[in-house]
């Protein structure tokens, strides 16, 4: 799994650090989503997807 | 799908149970994420998804900023690639609204003639803009709430042209923004004392009006408007029905106008099931679990649904409420029995202001500075009501606010939020 992030269209909710907080992270000073990892392994897979599903601003997507 | 030899197959143990074919009425974010929860969660069964506009399923919040303001072609604004929806398996209607629905077959009927029958049905219809009396086909009045609408009112935006926004909501005071960035002279009026008052406090409010007030935009607020002057139309001619010259205060004042912008709010479009028997009071009626009746379901902004944590029904308006209480409705249609009960989230950028609010800031809340400053614009403010924190809000300090949410999700089931 690859994860793609848009960072122009983040909106700073932060949805995705809920779902995900072991791939996902905020920048301290304008809450731009941080990718920590851009292959999360298999276990993590899920609450990926749940941030995908997640995101308000339609910022993040999954390539196999 | 078949049952397994051994007979206690989980897969055809949720099949037993889910729905043989689901219609979601309307697609926009909330009916979108319902046939993407569905599919999440394992369902196999048929998808229908009705939508009365031409377009793929497209996101409202950017509409009034990046797509208002050119930084974004339509496109951009686009809920999924045309790959993701192919991939869901469901079958798109689009292009034609629904006009009716057979509570009891559950079957809706089309403008089109067409009758779609499901054993699940979700409504999805979002609400529809608010109009001011008197400004029907008056050229150069806008509401704002589809992406056509986004595209006709940005095709108005010429940098020498007089706009007046209508309403000092969220919505209302993005547009003001977004316009005031293209060059335009831009007028913001509305009966409160300051922008988005009713969902931010008197201070924070301030704080977002002496932030429009240094942008250039003009306020005109503590008048309620009383409608729209306009040009006398011509008959047979493109000039028929006029065009707008201003607005009218309620005092009389005009302000003058070649553009308005009217977002005084929005009703849930539920005109279509006034015969169904479904119980609609601003919204429709649904039980905790977003139940309107059997087999029939409302999610987003549609749906007033029973907060067990407030003890009362509610109906909102936001962006992650749709995605939110999709996922709640597709995991009730799948046998989960689970009240929805979310915290309220929405955020705003105007200029350079990023705002999230997590939970809600009644009348009369007190306001607590908790973290950076007020006067810097870089803030989190909590919110505190009868006693209990209802709400945590931050200006610029997006991160550091999300990990101040805790603080409603802690005191939220004991608290009274008022809208």
Redesign the interface.
Known sequence: MKVVIEED?C?????C??AAPDVFD???D??IVVLLTVHPPDDLAEGV?DAV??C???AIRVEQ | MSVGNDGTDRVAEASATAPGRVLVVGASAAGL?TV??LR?KGYEGAITVLGDEPHAPY?R?PLSKQVLSGAWEPG?AA??TAAALTALDAAFVLGDAAVGLDTATRTVRTRAGRELTADAVVIATGVRPRTLPGSAGLWGVHVLRSLDDALALRAALVPTARLVVVGEGVLGSEIAATARTLGLDVTLAGPLDAPMALQVGPVVSAALAGLHRENGVRLRFGAGVAGVTGTAGVAGTAGEHGRVTGVRLAGGEVLPADVVVVAIGAVPATEWLADSGLGLDNGVVCDSRCRAADGIYAVGDVARFHHEHLGRAVRLEN??NA??QA?AVAGTILGEDRPYVPVP?F?T?QFDA?L?IHGVIPAGAEIEVVEGDLAARRFVARFTHAGAVTGVLGW???????LRRQDVVDAFPVTALAH
């Open positions: 269209k909106c700073a909710a932060g949805q650090v809920a905020q920048r301290d304008d809450g997807r599903a997640m308000p601003a339609v | 994420a993407e929860a999440r996101d919040p951009r809920l999924r962006r992650t995605t939110e996922a989230y955020w950028d990023k999230q610029n300090m997006p991160k550091q606010t999300r």
